[in-house]
């Protein structure tokens, strides 16, 4: 072998090596989580003139206090949710939780609120009106951030908790806004996701009431790359929510 066919070969073994570094790890097995005869995973529509389609579960016993409302990024819609079993897990540990299809995702039709802040606020608001949602922690991924943002901002009186998983937008807002906002915050994010994550860290840690959580080997869908780390997170947030 020439030196320089053996300077290629070194060249490649060293671009996977660095290739294999920065990728996530494979996503962890979640059939089992998604398979719980006892849990039914309801569906249905909200009424009005943009409906929004949502999946929901109810507490197999002693309902908590807390209520909680699932968001999705651009990829994914409700379902996402129930195949990587958290519904069924919210459901097991006794709390309502709904998961939605954002307008023009999965069963949602496009809505033309979507297309201003106010107007995404706006359907938020209805969804928790139409279903009767109270004390509801907002889980918030990605793409979820341009729906979620406006409605911790304007009226996050509303929220018990607030769960932004590198969402998208945080640059739309200033210092002092995100500081005026009380409610109890977690940050996850994937140690792996070095824009958006990071991007979103910045502003989001100027919520006064917030801590974080950096789930490792994972990217920016670091709830789908480590379930467990990631539902381990969401109920000790829970659990010490008032």
């Known amino acids: 072998m020439s ?35 006892n849990v039914t995973v309801l569906a249905g529509l909200t009424r009005g003139s943009s ?35 958290t519904l069924q897990l919210l459901s097991r540990e006794g709390y309502r939780a709904v998961a939605l299809d954002l307008p023009g995702f999965g069963n949602s039709a496009p809505a033309k609120e979507a297309s201003t802040e106010a107007g995404r606020a706006e359907l938020l608001q209805q969804v928790l009106q139409e279903l009767q949602m109270k004390n509801v922690v907002l889980v918030s991924p990605s793409l979820s951030g341009r729906y979620a943002l406006p409605f ?27 500081g005026a906002v009380k409610t109890p915050t ?14 979103s860290l910045r ?22 790359h480590k379930p467990r780390d990631f539902h381990l997170a969401l109920l000790a947030f829970l659990d010490r929510l008032p």
């Open 3 to 37: 030196r320089y066919q053996a300077a290629l070969l070194g060249l490649g073994l060293l671009f996977l090596l660095l290739l294999y570094v920065g990728l996530p790890g494979p996503p962890e097995q979640t059939s089992r989580l998604c398979r719980d005869p």
């Open 51 to 85: 409906p929004i389609f949502y999946r929901e579960v109810l507490p197999l016993h002693q309902p908590r206090r807390a209520e909680v409302l699932l968001l999705h990024g651009k990829a994914f819609n409700s379902h996402t949710w129930e195949q990587l079993g």
């Open 152 to 178: 911790l901002i304007q009226g996050h009186q509303q929220l018990h908790g607030f769960v932004p998983i590198a969402p998208t937008s945080t640059q739309n807002y200033t210092q002092k806004q995100f």
């Open 186 to 199: 977690l940050i996850v994010f994937g140690e792996l996701d070095r824009v958006l994550a990071q991007e």
């Open 203 to 224: 502003q989001l840690r100027h919520l006064p009431n917030h801590s974080v959580v950096k789930l490792h080997n994972a990217g920016h869908a670091c709830y789908l």
